[in-house]
């Protein structure tokens, strides 16, 4: 069984830095893209970052010069430093990852964390 568990959210002040991690375990093959999604209190869920195998990165146009997404692939974990963080960054943020396992190493599955709380205080 996969699992995706973040860590790392929690209450900062505006202006702040926060560090999330996302940790995928379990019967892995490998592991092609990891990101970070977002949603908002009353808002739609949005892309924040995404980081593929080869470490080429996209970010939404609201984070840019602020998020940086990074990987560790020998530690299966994905990164999301946060600076300069603002009241509408409070989300609760969940990671995703693209991977494939032991057992069926053909066969590419998306899965999802459970997510973690980020709250900026103006």
């Known amino acids: 069984q996969v699992q995706l568990v973040e860590s790392g959210g929690g209450l900062v002040q505006s202006g702040g830095s926060l560090r999330l991690s996302c940790a995928a375990s379990g019967s892995i093959f490998l592991i092609y893209g990891m990101g970070w999604y977002r949603h908002a209190p009353g808002k739609q869920c949005e892309f924040v970052a995404s980081?593929?195998?080869?470490?080429?990165?996209n970010y939404a146009d609201s984070v840019k010069g602020r998020f940086t997404i990074s990987r560790d692939n020998a530690k299966n974990t994905v990164y999301l430093q946060m600076n300069s963080l603002k009241p509408e960054d409070t989300a609760v943020y969940y990671c995703?990852?693209?991977?494939?396992?032991?057992?069926?190493?053909?066969?590419?599955?998306?899965?999802w964390g459970k997510g973690t709380l980020v709250t900026v205080s103006s």
């Open positions: 995703n990852a693209d991977l494939t396992e032991k057992s069926r190493p053909w066969l590419s599955t998306h899965y």
């Open positions: 980081i593929a195998s080869g470490g080429s990165t």
